[in-house]
Nanobody
Framework: VQLVESGGGLVQAGGSLRLTCAASGNTFSIMEMGWYRRAPGKQRDMVATISGGGGSTNYADSVKGRFTISRDNVKNTMFLQMDSLEAEDTAVYYC??????????WGQGTQVTVSS
């Protein structure tokens, strides 16, 4: 499984960005997917996760009500709609996928910078 993120960039506080994660390879084996982020000098933290069918989602408290995770299994794509962005959201955002073989794959990351 290969994962490629896109959509990061520089945005002012209060603005919006939409991240995309495109999966390729053995996508039939992908179950749960998620977005994680690593801010400068900090560990990588979970932002949001979504179940295989998309019916169940989970969010970090810090992004609840502002971020929305979704996926399109036909196009093997996952999204993160980020609204009301804050300076504290500045980080490298990573896409992750877990397969039914219990393998975990990561993308290369995309930088999100929010200016205050």
């Amino acid at each position: 499984v290969q994962l490629v993120e896109s959509g990061g960039g520089l945005v002012q506080a209060g603005g919006s960005l939409r991240l995309t994660c495109a999966a390729s390879g053995n996508t039939f084996s992908i179950m749960e997917m998620g977005w994680y982020r690593r801010a400068p000098g900090k560990q990588r933290d979970m932002v949001a996760t979504i179940s295989g069918g998309g019916g169940s989602t989970n969010y970090a408290d810090s992004v609840k009500g502002r971020f929305t995770i979704s996926r399109d299994n036909v196009k093997n794509t996952m999204f993160l709609q980020m609204d009301s962005l804050e300076a504290e959201d500045t980080a490298v955002y990573y896409c992750s996928a877990r397969t039914f073989y219990s393998e975990v794959y990561w993308g290369q990351g995309t930088q999100v910078t929010v200016s205050s």
